[in-house]
Structures are given as structure tokens and as C-alpha cells.
């Protein structure tokens, strides 16, 4: 079956470093990931999507490859701030048009 | 403008009791979901509509039935409550009915459901 896998265990880092979250789809090839950010007690929110013909999108500190050699994409935060602890979650459409979600990985930065 | 409306935030059920969650959206979305989340396991679909008048199955539906009333509304029901369905509840929608397209999605605040 299709799906998408993140890393479950929580992520700890410094702040100022940069964070890099993992997702992993295995059989079938999106042609759009979303990585989506949720805060305890509310909804995702979108943040970023990348089409498979790009290599890598960008905005303000966030940055997402795309890889379809790898069926991956990463997730960088540079210079993480506390206030960027979360779980962020990745996601694709499936091949009847559902959008499925990866488990999430929680990232907690530390000052 | 409200987005992604959800009702109610909480809710305690006993075993076997019947309840519907509602959503709105005032975004103008053709399709909108349902999705269950737990600890460890992510966010499940449960059902959702492509488009005002269609509905179906996600990857655990079972226990629930849905209705997408008109375009605005999409309301989930339990028709007999268990244990299992305990859970956190999230209502979403995306501006694209059809499978292509990358449809991003505008979640509700989520709705805590118990069941004892």
C-alpha cells in the first residue's frame, strides 16, 4: 500500500542550529509532497509544497528537497528558535486523489 | 473570515451512544475530509468528499458514516459510540475536487472525543 513515514522519534536541537526532518513515501511517486505544521491542541497548518520536478523550495527559513531517486524529502529549519517547536507532518496525495499523512515528527528546540 | 469551523470542541460518550460532529467552511473548498488522530499513528482519513454530492471511504471508516449536506458542511456521525473511536477529530477541506492537483489543506481546530 501507499504511504508516507516520518520519523517518530521527537527531535532535540540547540537553537540557532539547523533541524532536519526526514520523510519517506514508498510505493508510488506523488507528484506534490506538503509539509503541514501542528501545535499541541490545533490543527495542521500548511507550510510549504514541492512539485516532483523541483529539487528544492524556500521560504523565509524553511527549505524542502524533493528527491525521487531517494522517494524522499527533507525538511531544514535554519537557525531554529524555540518558538519553531512542533510536530510537523508530511503528506501526499495518493493515487485516487486522497490526501494521506506521514506519522509526524516532533521537534523541540532548546535555548 | 472563519475557515474551517468544527463543532463540538469536547465531547464524553458512554459505550453505544450516538452523536455528529459538525464542520463548516466558508472557503468555497470542493472537497472536505474527516480525520481521526492518535498518539503514534498520525492522522487517519476516515471518510471525505470530492465535491458536493459524493463521499468516500478513507483508510478507516468503519463505525462512521458522513453526509456532505451542501457545499459548505460536512458532518461525521457515530451511530454507535466505542472505546476506539476515542480520539481527537480533525475536519479539513482543499479548494480541488478531482485526484490530480496538490490540494492543500485548511484544518478545523479538532474536536476531543471520549468515549467510556
Known amino acids: 500500500s501507499q504511504k508516507i513515514e516520518q520519523n517518530s522519534e521527537a527531535l532535540n536541537i540547540q537553537e540557532g542550529k539547523t533541524a532536519t526532518l526526514t520523510c519517506n513515501y514508498t510505493?508510488?511517486?506523488?507528484?506534490?509532497l506538503q509539509w503541514y505544521r501542528q501545535d499541541p491542541g490545533r490543527g495542521p497548518v500548511f507550510l510549504l509544497l514541492?512539485?516532483?520536478?523541483?529539487k528544492e523550495k524556500r521560504k523565509e527559513r524553511l527549505k524542502v528537497t524533493f528527491d525521487t531517486t531517494l522517494k524522499q524529502s527533507l525538511f531544514h529549519i535554519t537557525a531554529s528558535q524555540p518558538a519553531d517547536s512542533a510536530t510537523y507532518l508530511c503528506?501526499?496525495?495518493?493515487?485516487?486523489?486522497?490526501?494521506?499523512f506521514g506519522q509526524g515528527t516532533t521537534l523541540q528546540v532548546k535555548p | 473570515n472563519a475557515g474551517v469551523t468544527q463543532t463540538p470542541k469536547f465531547q464524553v460518550l458512554k459505550t453505544g451512544q450516538s452523536m455528529t460532529l459538525q464542520c463548516a467552511q466558508d472557503?468555497?473548498?470542493?472537497?472536505m475530509y474527516w480525520y481521526r488522530q492518535d498518539p503514534g499513528m498520525g492522522l487517519r482519513l476516515i471518510y471525505y468528499?470530492?465535491?458536493?454530492?459524493?463521499?468516500d471511504k478513507g483508510e478507516v471508516p468503519n463505525g462512521y458514516n458522513v453526509s456532505r449536506l451542501n457545499k459548505r458542511e460536512f458532518s461525521l456521525r457515530l451511530e454507535s459510540a466505542a472505546p476506539s473511536q476515542t480520539s481527537v477529530y480533525f475536519c479539513?477541506?482543499?479548494?480541488?475536487?478531482?485526484?490530480?492537483?496538490?490540494?492543500?489543506?485548511?484544518f478545523g481546530a479538532g474536536s476531543r472525543l471520549t468515549v467510556l
Open positions: 479539513a477541506s482543499g479548494p480541488q475536487g478531482s485526484p490530480s492537483g496538490a490540494n492543500v489543506l485548511t
Open positions: 510505493n508510488y511517486s506523488p507528484a506534490y
Open positions: 514541492i512539485r516532483e520536478n523541483e
Open positions: 503528506a501526499a496525495r495518493d493515487n485516487t486523489g486522497k490526501l494521506i
Open positions: 472557503m468555497n473548498h470542493n472537497s
Open positions: 468528499s470530492a465535491s458536493e454530492g459524493t463521499t
